[in-house]
């Protein structure tokens, strides 16, 4: 079996691809970065006309109704690219909330403002699958109480989705009363992570009726985690390539480093760990499209194993560089932080492992 992309989503890569290269140089990505609160406007605009906040929404919404694997291979550019734009929580995680648990009414109302950039959603999610000190979000007699850590794209939000446990998802309004959202400062500068705090927040509406939204958020979840996972092989490629360029150029006793065996054999590992960690996205995807049976774990093994080898990668292209490779100027720690922080957002190795571990029905066993 030939598993590969097709012309069409090549040239979909592509086409985001070139516009990243000519528009969104680093100094760019890291003059937005770099403000408090970022502005990405005029970038996520763009990238909105591009097709960006409408991929994975059908036409009858004004979307481009494509599959997950489209949504993947844009966010391998954008990780390439190291862009800071709502795209994980907007374009990916709130519309696979909406077309899962969202009813007719609520699709007709946000879909479309979606798709067309107008709005923009964040998400806080994180505790029903990590649990950290008083970090919980819960209803109390239709309320919203708790703290919600690593919140995503919800500083700039027009909305914001809110997962309470494992079965409530609600959509709140960022100016309701009680919810105080405080933008946390984290290593990777270009991804947007706020705290949120609610004290007696009133939803506006919820998702799921009276069934619930356990497996919206679970899909939601999954759907994020692909991206994340797209995102950080975009990362390991862009490392790749400056550490190939920089061994083709550095000159150390009257010879290009790249000449000597260690530095070769240091970028074919990265080489090697990275190939197989694309198919290993692209079939996560497609698992998730095709609604596998075994795509949450699928999932759950792709996004860890890439996250490791993205981590060897990063660390590898730093060592290729030198001392350099640790300079400001240089440029090469940007990616190394977006590869850093997507190893941890939606569930580190370790988290996904005990999810995988569940998922084959394996009790979890205790040292004596």
């Known amino acids: 079996m030939d598993f590969g992309l ?4 090549r040239l979909l890569q592509n086409t985001f691809s ?4 000519e528009q969104v140089p680093i100094s760019r990505a890291r003059a937005i970065s770099e403000a408090m609160p970022p502005d990405v406007t005029a970038l996520w605009r763009d990238l909105a006309n591009l097709g960006a906040s409408g991929v994975l929404i059908p036409q009858e919404y004004g979307g481009a109704g494509l ?15 190291v862009v800071p734009s709502p795209y994980l929580a907007a374009a990916v995680m709130a519309p696979t909330s909406f077309l899962e648990a ?6 007709h109302e946000w879909l479309p403002k979606i ?11 994180t505790e029903t699958y990590s649990i950290r000190e008083n970090a919980s979000v819960h209803l109390e007699s239709g309320r919203l109480r708790g703290k919600a850590l690593m919140a995503l794209d919800a500083t700039e939000a027009h909305a914001l989705l809110v997962a309470a ?10 100016d309701a009363p009680g919810l105080h959202i405080s933008p946390l400062i984290a290593v990777d500068r270009t991804r947007t992570l706020s705290e949120i705090v609610f004290d007696g927040v009133k939803p506006a509406d919820s998702l799921g ?9 679970e899909r939601m979840l999954d759907a994020g985690r692909v991206i994340l996972a797209a995102e950080t092989v975009g990362a390991c490629d862009a490392m790749l390539e400056q550490a190939v360029s920089y061994a083709s150029q550095r000159r150390q006793f009257g010879r290009v480093i790249g000449s000597f065996q260690a ?9 090697a760990e990275l190939e197989p960690a694309r198919s290993l996205f692209w079939y996560a995807a497609h698992a998730f499209d095709e609604r596998l049976t075994d795509s949450p774990l699928t999932i759950a093994h792709a996004k860890t194993h890439i996250s490791e080898a993205g981590v060897f990668i990063a660390r590898t292209a730093t060592e290729v560089h030198g001392g350099v490779g640790f300079t400001d100027e240089q440029n090469l720690h940007i990616w190394f932080k977006r590869i850093g922080v997507n190893r941890h957002l939606l569930g580190s190795p370790d988290v996904l492992r005990e999810r995988a571990a569940k998922l084959q029905g394996w009790a979890t066993c205790s040292t004596p």
């Open 6 to 9: 097709s012309d069409e989503q």
């Open 18 to 21: 070139s516009y990243l290269t």
């Open 67 to 81: 599959t997950l694997l489209d949504a993947a291979l844009i966010a391998q550019t954008l990780g390439q690219a």
């Open 102 to 107: 969202g009813s007719p009414e609520q699709k």
């Open 115 to 125: 798709a067309s950039g107008d709005i923009r959603m964040g998400v806080a999610a």
């Open 165 to 174: 446990g494992s079965s409530d998802l609600l959509l709140v309004s960022p």
């Open 209 to 217: 009726g009276p069934r619930g939204a356990g497996s919206a958020i």
């Open 263 to 271: 530095v070769k054999h240091m970028c074919a590992e990265m080489a």
